[in-house]
């Protein structure tokens, strides 16, 4: 084996120096003269070599999610070299240390090198680290190039570039020094949730044109911006255009003449797609075809294989946007058809061209739908939102039929709750007069009672996706990203785990029966759901049929039946004792079924929640029950309230009012949201809710009288995914999907559950 590495070695340099494609052919022929894969090898590495870096060409959030595949050496493609040039660390669990970093683990590999994870003992902070292949490393001209670009791409500062804090090329095996973010891409969030709306497009849009603009100032081009290449560092709030793998100077036309088109087909601009010298006006064109995407679904161009691909960028032009979506405005559709014109010199003239437009259409935007809540009343405010969605300026409803509307829809609301036998239900003493009476207004809010957070709970090693207290409140689980689950001591905070999970934990829930643990991962596995028994802390039984990404999970009250949703759109409910699907019901989603709720007490009606928006189903028949509670579009996430008090509803996206159906009245929006809500987690009585999102604060509201009660402060540093009450109420905790803890917070004595 070793004498084919240093052979593979040897050829693949030479072959290195021979820039005439001719030449270089009539050398391989020679030297690997009947030896096809050796031959196959070398070709794979030069090409690797003339796209410039495909192990830059992926975002970190791709390597994690291949980290696994590499992890161990018989698993190694073979060109793909070992961690020699690790030297060793005092450091328990650590791969090694290259300088002062301590490696912690590999998070992606490459023909041309490998990514890591380290830890940066001089700034005590978590870095990614793309080391370029030992057997490149010994050639000067790979090793220029390497450093040649590095050093451009770290010229660009600018909050929607991912940042390269350091080149180092003093030693034997050069690398570059970056900002390690766990961040999903663009790409994975349109395969997630398809087309964006509009706003979301222009925030998007906006960020990667100032992205691009400083670079261009810097006399660089991308030459690759694609959805996989912009990562979503907190949502949609924050963008970073990543992977200058592919980028050069604007200068510099001698390397892209290879013989080899270097970019996705997709996506690049004509004059690249035909092999010509590309100024920053390629990027734009590039730019043109994200915004297609986002506003479509799928690329502007498309075909069975790559050379059609390139000959429709070239030649076609793609289907007008208006005609797949008819709700993009025709100006959005004029600003993408100017960037994708196929003359350069027809397209806008800059990024900072581009970035100017789509800030002032996304202040336009705005301006109409997100009045300031302190110069509108709150119902105003709330009813100029989603009306938004139901009818195109000019084509308004009034404000005064808006409201005659509400009223016939309360009544029609207050007849299906009592035809449904809803007023059997135990309630709040107010209920009394369930359905005749409007809620109450807000009263004149206290100021919130400010929460501080114990000592975070550390043990994730990537984000906290759910947590759940047990019924009798001395556990409380937590699952990550990580692919763990932990189960914490209340009295100690000491914490054991579970058998490691075969992906992401997607949510968690206790059966109110036998305090049994129920989980589900949003990785495809061979059931739908597993059951933990917590004492033992291990594996109770499984759940359902395999091969399905499950994202969310819920023990009925009586604790024999689960309900769970996923990719698959449907909603199933599962028998706990035999783990057989007691019932199906199909297309409940467009996309992904993301939440699950029961009725409390009955259990009778289960609520779904995705992008098709907020649903109620029967448990007995599995039909579906009138969907008259929820006649605004942005309630998408539902769940119940325990009492029979009704339900509460979210979306997740900015600016989205949380709002209250309180059973047999008019709902009511949580005014003063200026975040996305990313979960919602309900007191065990139901008079609290706990709000969570892209704010890394949580929001504790009255179910009463409307009123924000607590907040916290020294809380999470970024997105926050899970939240649950402790059973007393006198604990709220909350995962961190971008910080990767757990925290617990002590709630004032309001919260406490009522003896």
Not at 12 to 22: H, R
Not at 109 to 117: A, D, F, I, Q, Y
Not at 521 to 532: E, G, I
Not at 624 to 642: C, D, H, R, S, T
Request: with cysteine; charged share 25%.
């Amino acid at each position: 084996m070793l004498a084919e590495a240093d052979a593979l070695r040897i050829i693949f340099l030479t072959a290195l120096d021979k820039t005439a494609p001719a030449e270089r052919a009539a050398y391989l022929d020679e030297v690997c003269a009947g030896n096809a894969a050796l031959r196959e090898r070398v070709e794979a590495l030069l090409q690797a070599n003339d796209r410039a870096d495909p192990f830059l060409d992926q975002p970190a959030a791709q390597h994690l999610a291949s980290a696994e595949k590499l992890a161990t050496p018989d698993q190694r493609p073979d060109n793909v070299e070992c961690l020699d040039f690790l030297s060793p660390s005092k450091m328990p669990g650590a791969l090694g240390r290259l300088g002062h970093y301590e490696v912690r683990e590999v998070i992606g590999r490459g023909g041309m090198g490998v990514v890591l994870r380290a830890f940066d003992e001089k700034l005590h902070r978590v870095v990614a680290l793309k080391v370029l292949a030992p057997v490149l490393a010994s050639n000067s001209g790979a090793r220029h190039r390497f450093v040649r670009e590095a050093q451009a791409a770290a010229a660009v500062t600018h909050e929607n570039v991912i940042a390269i804090h350091a080149v180092e090329d003093d030693g034997p095996i050069p690398f570059l020094v970056m900002q390690c973010i766990d961040g999903k891409t663009l790409q994975q969030k349109l395969e997630t949730i398809g087309p964006l709306e509009l706003r979301t497009i222009l925030r998007i849009g906006l960020q990667v044109a100032e992205g691009l603009a400083a670079a261009h100032r810097q006399g660089l081009i991308h030459r690759d911006i694609k959805p996989a290449n912009i990562l979503l560092e907190n949502g949609v709030e924050r963008v970073k255009i990543t992977d200058f793998g592919l980028a050069r100077a604007v200068d510099d036309a001698s390397l892209t003449q290879s013989g080899y088109i270097a970019g996705t087909p997709q996506y690049m601009s004509p004059e690249q797609a035909r092999g010509e010298r590309v100024d920053h006006r390629t990027d734009l064109f590039s730019l043109g075809s994200v915004l297609y995407t986002l506003c479509a679904g799928h690329p502007p161009f498309r075909a069975e294989n790559t050379m059609a691909v390139l000959k429709r960028v070239c030649e076609d032009t793609p289907r007008p946007l208006r005609e797949i979506s008819p709700e993009i405005p025709e100006w959005m559709e004029s600003l993408i058809a100017k960037l994708q014109a196929k003359d350069p010199a027809e397209r806008i003239a800059n990024a900072a061209e581009v970035a100017a437009l789509l800030s002032r259409r996304l202040a336009q935007l705005q301006s109409r739908v997100e009045p300031s809540a302190a110069a509108v009343p709150p119902f105003e405010d709330w009813w100029r939102r989603w009306r938004n969605r139901l009818a195109p300026p000019g084509r308004r409803v009034p404000l005064r039929w808006a409201a005659l509307a509400l009223v016939v829809i309360g009544a029609v609301v207050a007849g299906w709750l009592f035809a449904t036998n809803w007023r059997g239900n135990p309630g709040p003493a107010n209920d009394d007069n369930a359905g005749t009476q409007p809620p109450p207004a807000p009263a004149a809010p206290a100021t919130p009672v400010k929460l501080t957070s114990r000592e975070p709970l550390t043990d994730h090693s990537k984000g906290v996706r759910a947590v759940a207290f047990s019924p009798d409140g001395k556990v409380l689980a937590s699952g990550g990203m990580d692919k763990n689950i932990f189960l914490w001591d209340t009295q100690t905070w000491q914490s054991r785990s579970l058998p490691r999970q075969p992906g992401e934990v997607s949510a968690l829930d206790f059966s109110p029966k036998d305090g049994r643990l129920a989980s589900v991962t949003s990785d495809k596995d061979d059931c739908l759901v597993r059951l933990w028994n917590v004492e033992t802390a291990e594996p109770a039984g499984k759940l359902g049929p395999g091969g399905i990404s499950t994202w969310c999970v819920k023990f009925s009250p009586d604790g024999k039946t689960v309900a769970c949703g996923g990719t698959d759109r449907k909603l199933r409910l599962l028998d706990v004792e035999t783990g057989i699907e007691r019932k199906t019901v199909d297309d409940v989603d467009k996309i992904v079924v993301r939440t699950v709720s029961f009725s409390l007490p009955d259990g009778r009606l289960v609520a779904t929640g995705g992008d098709r928006g907020a649903r109620l189903w029967d448990t007995t028949t599995g039909g579906e029950v009138a969907n008259g509670l929820f006649p605004i579009p942005i309630a998408k996430y539902p769940v119940f309230l325990p009492g029979g008090r009704g339900l509460v509803t979210w979306h997740f996206r900015p600016y989205s009012p949380i709002t209250l159906f309180p059973s047999g009245k008019a709902p009511y929006p949580l005014s003063g949201r200026a975040e996305s809500t990313a979960w919602l987690g309900v007191s065990p009585d139901g008079r609290f809710i706990a709000s969570v999102g892209g704010e890394g604060v949580a929001h504790i509201w009255s179910t009463e009288d409307f009123r924000e009660v607590a907040t916290t402060t020294n809380g999470h540093s970024g997105m926050i995914y899970g939240v649950a009450f402790s059973p007393d109420g006198k604990l709220l905790a909350t995962g961190g999907r971008d910080d990767s803890t757990v925290r617990i917070w002590d709630l004032p004595a309001v919260c406490h559950v009522r003896k």
